[in-house]
């Protein structure tokens, strides 16, 4: 083993932030990525990481030899995605996580598309809406939709999400159609969420913002649950329209409140930072932004 791939171990170790979790992302022995930093670092003569029993931290001469290593492994690995992508052809495994609605339901049709055109790539795939540490997990590509926090993780956007506040014809018709939104605190409310988050924004055509506070009677984490629950008439729900899209068009849910808008979020697109980002990868980003665009076609009238 040369020092390049040296290197690269090193940068895993300071990535993932221990080298127990460096080997399990490499798939190698503990005991082999400890060694290999300790001849690392006996052959250059310093002390990278401080390490104790329970503890690690990255030394001032470490942090240099990170910063400079990440350059050079970085050029190594351009240099490989460029011979390669002539040829056009992604092997390996990609590891993703993507929220579940999406995901099931948008993401799994692209992603089969994708698969056709490269057949030897393999995914790995974890559906999920929780947050998860991407670093820490070893994945190469999540997807989020949102606002995207301070982080340091690197992002690209996928697609505008848009949101819609909706119901049954059926429940309107038992309960009539609000006109403002204070209305909606005389309804059954399905909320995406938990009960300790904010109250849903509007926003008027004359720029005027107003939160309005409501008592949930339904609260689920899940949004193909709570349009469910909006179409058997339990209710007004607040969802994506990625996730109502078909209702809205046969109508088995209709649009409230139109002439209030609320702020659009995206989909985005994250991967860790300060790393060449791989010809698979970018691959996958380039398919995903051309088949969903500005205007996809969840958004576009039938």
């Given at each position: 083993?040369?020092?390049?791939?040296?290197?690269?171990?090193?940068?895993?170790?300071?990535?993932?932030?221990?080298?127990?979790?460096?080997?399990?992302q490499?798939?190698?022995?503990?005991?082999?990525?400890?060694?290999?930093?300790?001849?690392?670092?006996?052959?250059?003569?310093?002390?990278?990481?401080?390490?104790?029993?329970?503890?690690?931290?990255?030394?001032?001469?470490?942090?240099?030899?990170?910063?400079?290593?990440?350059?050079?492994?970085?050029?190594?690995?351009?240099?490989?995605?460029?011979?390669?992508?002539?040829?056009?052809?992604?092997?390996?495994?990609?590891?993703?996580?993507?929220?579940?609605?999406?995901g099931?339901?948008?993401?799994?049709?692209?992603?089969?598309?994708?698969?056709?055109?490269?057949?030897?790539?393999?995914?790995?795939?974890?559906?999920?809406?929780?947050k998860?540490?991407?670093?820490?997990?070893?994945?190469?590509?999540?997807?989020?939709?949102?606002?995207?926090?301070?982080?340091?993780?690197?992002?690209?956007?996928?697609?505008p999400?848009?949101?819609?506040?909706?119901?049954?014809?059926?429940?309107?018709?038992?309960?009539?159609?609000?006109?403002?939104?204070?209305?909606?605190?005389?309804?059954?409310?399905?909320k995406?969420?938990?009960?300790?988050?904010?109250?849903?924004?509007?926003?008027?055509?004359?720029?005027?913002?107003?939160?309005v506070h409501?008592?949930?009677?339904?609260?689920?984490?899940?949004?193909?649950?709570?349009?469910?629950?909006?179409?058997?008439?339990?209710?007004?729900?607040?969802?994506?329209?990625?996730?109502v899209?078909?209702?809205?068009?046969?109508?088995?849910?209709?649009?409230?409140?139109?002439?209030?808008?609320?702020?659009?979020?995206?989909?985005?697109?994250?991967?860790?930072?300060?790393?060449?980002?791989?010809?698979?990868?970018?691959?996958?980003?380039?398919?995903?932004?051309?088949?969903?665009?500005?205007?996809?076609?969840?958004d576009?009238?039938?």
């Open positions: 083993m040369g020092q390049l791939e040296d290197m690269y171990i090193f940068l895993r170790i300071v990535e993932t932030g221990s080298i127990t979790k460096a080997a399990e490499m798939n190698i022995a503990k005991s082999a990525v400890s060694k290999r930093l300790s001849l690392l670092e006996h052959k250059l003569g310093i002390k990278l990481i401080n390490r104790t029993t329970r503890t690690s931290s990255i030394t001032e001469a470490g942090q240099r030899y990170y910063q400079r290593s990440k350059l050079i492994v970085d050029e190594v690995e351009e240099l490989n995605s460029q011979t390669s992508s002539s040829k056009r052809a992604l092997a390996g495994t990609l590891n993703i996580a993507v929220p579940l609605s999406f099931l339901t948008h993401l799994a049709p692209a992603l089969d598309l994708f698969l056709l055109q490269h057949a030897d790539l393999k995914l790995n795939i974890n559906f999920s809406d929780q998860i540490d991407i670093i820490e997990q070893g994945v190469d590509l999540a997807f989020r939709i949102g606002h995207l926090d301070n982080s340091s993780l690197q992002a690209r956007k996928i697609a999400i848009k949101h819609v506040l909706c119901a049954s014809p059926e429940y309107l018709s038992l309960h009539g159609e609000p006109k403002t939104p204070n209305d909606l605190k005389q309804h059954k409310i399905l995406y969420g938990s009960a300790e988050q904010s109250g849903w924004k509007f926003l008027s055509q004359d720029g005027q913002e107003q939160v409501l008592e949930p009677h339904f609260i689920a984490n899940n949004g193909d649950f709570l349009k469910s629950l909006a179409e058997s008439s339990h209710g007004i729900t607040y969802l994506p329209t990625f996730i899209w078909q209702s809205l068009a046969n109508q088995t849910l209709v649009p409230l409140l139109a002439e209030y808008h609320q702020q659009t979020m995206h989909a985005y697109a994250v991967y860790p930072p300060n790393r060449h980002l791989p010809f698979k990868v970018r691959s996958l980003i380039d398919f995903l932004v051309k088949r969903f665009g500005d205007n996809p076609y969840w576009q009238p039938e």
